[in-house]
Each structure stands twice: as C-alpha cells, then as structure tokens.
C-alpha cells in the first residue's frame, strides 16, 4: 500500500514564498503529481516528478527526492488566488496510471 | 475544447434507487478514472480503466460498478445507493503516463 502526508493547513502572506512539503511511502515509486484545487471545483494538474531533483514552471516549482520519500511544491510571489488545496498523488510501480492522493494542505494566502 | 463532462452536477436520491453518473471526455485518452471526494479522507480512487474493457478497481470499489464499452465514456454505476455514498464524485482522463489526470467538474450526490 501507499502512504502520503501532507501538512492540513498553512497560511502565508501576499507577495511571499511558501513551500507545501509531501512525505510517501510506497512499495515501488513511479512518479509524483501535485495538483491545485479551488473550493468547490475539480483539481487541476500542476506538475510531475518521476526523477530526483527541481522541475520549474513559472511561479510554481517542484522537487522531489526519491531516496527520502519526499517532495515539496513552491510557490513564489504569493497572490490572493493561490489560496487553494494543494494534492500530492504518488503513482505506484505496476498500477498503470493509477494515483494515490493525500489528503491536500489549504493554502489561505492574506493580505 | 478539451474536456472531461460530466452529468449531473448536482443529484438528490433516495436509498435503493439505482442511478448512473455519465462520464464523457473527447480527447481520445485510453485511461480513466473515478474518485469519491470526502472532508478530511482526500480523494479516494473508486475505479480505473486502462482501455476500453479493461477496468481495475481502485481503493473504495464496494457498491459501484463501471464499464468501458467505448473509450470516451466512462460511467459510473450505483446499484443500490446508501447514505455513506453522499459524496463529491470527479471523473478524470489522461493519455500519457507522465502527464497528470484532466478532471470534470464533479458530481455533488446526496443519498436521502
């Protein structure tokens, strides 16, 4: 089986940067997603790690170390619409396209 | 434009009747999934389809079934709903391994 941990809840300020930090366990890794989702609306997909290191796209990057079972989302230059959920996903060695979400830590950015 | 719908949005029934949540993508993407959405459990994966016929189950499958007759739609089948299935339903497609899931808008069901 699959674990994932998230933190539940984070707060940070407009303009700042923030880091969502993701611990799994799993049995056989095969790569990480971290989507976004607004209250009340579907996810939508961020970014994908499969190998160790720093993946960049605009204000939002993220990393991931395989040897440690981790992975974190940044967000750079904070606005009001980035307060949201942020899901970690683990995809699994041999389960095809299947994703294991945590539990996703709420963003709430302030003024 | 690329998308993943699905119907309905909103759905009240009541214990015993069965009901299908349709689910329906156009970018000719060979996987496909359900998830259940629950305060404080996250997203649950119900069901998952690699192909048309191909269907696995995922970690909550009991009392729903699905099929994969053709391969943009998807639906999602409650024989006999219950109370504990009110959920927050997405279905979600994905054409490449290392690109992630595109998600419809969701499916709120209450069972009365």
């Known amino acids: 089986g699959q674990n994932i941990d998230q933190p539940t809840e984070m707060t940070a300020t407009e303009g700042a940067i923030v880091q969502i930090n993701c611990t799994y366990q799993t049995s056989g890794f095969n790569g990480l997603f971290w989507y976004q989702q607004h209250a009340g609306e579907a996810p939508t997909f961020l970014s994908y790690n499969v190998l160790d290191g720093l993946e960049e796209k605009g204000r939002f990057s993220s990393f991931l170390s395989r040897s440690k079972g981790y992975s974190y989302l940044l967000l750079k230059e904070l606005q009001m619409k980035d307060s949201a959920s942020y899901l970690c996903?683990?995809?699994?060695?041999?389960?095809?396209?299947?994703?294991?979400f945590g539990g996703g830590t709420r963003l709430m950015v302030k003024p | 434009e690329a998308q993943v719908t699905q119907n309905p949005r909103y759905l009240i029934t009541v214990t015993g009747k069965k009901l299908t949540v349709t689910c329906s993508q156009n970018m000719n993407h060979e996987y496909m999934s359900w998830y259940r959405q629950d305060p404080g459990l996250g997203l649950r994966q119900i069901y998952y389809?690699?192909?048309?016929?191909?269907?696995d189950k995922g970690d909550v499958p009991e009392g729903y079934k699905v099929s994969r007759k053709e391969k943009r739609n998807f639906p999602l089948i409650l024989e006999s709903p219950s109370p504990n299935q009110t959920s927050l339903y997405f279905c979600?497609?994905?054409?490449?391994?290392?690109?992630?899931?595109?998600f419809g808008s969701g499916t709120r069901l209450t069972v009365v």
């Open positions: 389809s690699m192909n048309v016929e191909v269907t």
């Open positions: 996903a683990v995809r699994a060695l041999g389960a095809g396209n299947m994703l294991t």
């Open positions: 979600a497609s994905s054409n490449q391994l290392h690109y992630g899931y595109t």
